[in-house]
Antibody, heavy 123, light 109 residues
Framework: QVQLQESGPGLVKPSETLSLTCSVS??????????WSWIRQTPEKGLEWIAY???????RYNPSLKSRVTISMDTSNNQFSLSLSSVTAADTAVYYC???????????????WGQGTLVTVSS | SSELTQDPSVSVAFGQTVKITCQGD??????ASWYQQKPGQAPILVIF???NRPSGIPDRFSGSTSGDTASLTIAGAQAEDEADYYC????????????FGGGTKLTVL
C-alpha cells in the first residue's frame, strides 16, 4: 500500500529555515493522477494546508505562507520536500505530508497521510 | 470565501446517529472530504466525493451535500468513533488551494 514518511529536524531556531522531506513508497511522485501536499497542525489553528507540487513542477502555496515556503520534488528518490524560511514560534506544529487528489468534477481528497513530525521552533 | 465552518463539538449517545456539518462557499464547487483523527495519530480519510468510503471504513459512515453545506453522518455511533473530524475542500476561486474546517470533536456518551 501507499505509505508516506516525513523526516527532518525536530528543532529549528527562530529566523532559520525549516526543511522537511517526505519519502513515498507504493506510488510514484511522478504519477499523472496525484499531487503531493504538505499540511501542518497546531492546537490553535487546527489543520492548515501549506502547499502542493505536481510532477510537471507545478506548485501552489497557501497565500498566508507563500512568501516563506518552497515545495519541490525529487523524482529520482521518490520524495518531495518543504522549506519554510524565517521561522518563528508560530511555525511550531506537527507537519504532515499527504498524497493529494483533485479533478474537474469537484472530487478532492488527501490520502494517505504520513505519520507526522513535530517541529519545534525554539532557541 | 474559502473558509469551512464546523461546530467545535458534538456529542452522541452510544448507538445513536449523529450528523457533523461543514459549511462554506467552496462546497458549491468541490465535494467535501472528511477525516477522522484520534489523539496522537494522523488524520485518516473516511468519506470523499458524493458519498464514498475508502476501503476499511465502516458503512456506518456516510456523507452528503446540500448547497454550501456538507454533512458526515455516523449511524449507530460506537465508542471507537470518538475523535476529531475535519472537513476539507479546495478554494472557491479555482486555484485548487487546499482548505480545512476547524474540526469537530465528537464525544460518544
Amino acid at each position: 500500500q501507499v505509505q508516506l514518511q516525513e523526516s527532518g529536524p525536530g528543532l529549528v531556531k527562530p529566523s532559520e529555515t525549516l526543511s522537511l522531506t517526505c519519502s513515498v513508497s507504493g506510488d510514484s511522485v511522478n504519477s499523472d493522477n496525484f499531487y503531493w501536499s504538505w499540511i501542518r497542525q497546531t492546537p490553535e489553528k487546527g489543520l492548515e494546508w501549506i502547499a502542493y507540487v505536481y510532477k510537471s513542477g507545478s506548485t501552489r502555496y497557501n497565500p498566508s505562507l507563500k512568501s516563506r515556503v518552497t515545495i519541490s520534488m525529487d523524482t529520482s528518490n521518490n520524495q518531495f520536500s518543504l522549506s519554510l524560511s524565517s521561522v518563528t514560534a508560530a511555525d511550531t506544529a506537527v507537519y504532515y505530508c499527504a498524497r493529494d487528489y483533485f479533478d474537474s468534477s469537484g472530487l478532492t481528497w488527501f490520502d494517505p497521510w504520513g505519520q507526522g513530525t513535530l517541529v519545534t521552533v525554539s532557541s | 470565501s474559502s473558509e469551512l465552518t464546523q461546530d467545535p463539538s458534538v456529542s452522541v449517545a452510544f448507538g445513536q446517529t449523529v450528523k457533523i456539518t461543514c459549511q462554506g462557499d467552496s462546497l458549491r464547487a468541490y465535494y467535501a472530504s472528511w477525516y477522522q483523527q484520534k489523539p496522537g495519530q494522523a488524520p485518516i480519510l473516511v468519506i470523499f466525493g458524493k458519498n464514498n468510503r475508502p476501503s476499511g471504513i465502516p458503512d456506518r459512515f456516510s456523507g452528503s451535500t446540500s448547497g454550501d453545506t456538507a454533512s458526515l453522518t455516523i449511524a449507530g455511533a460506537q465508542a471507537e468513533d470518538e475523535a476529531d473530524y475535519y472537513c476539507s475542500s479546495r478554494d472557491y476561486n479555482g486555484n485548487h488551494l487546499g482548505v480545512f474546517g476547524g474540526g469537530t470533536k465528537l464525544t460518544v456518551l
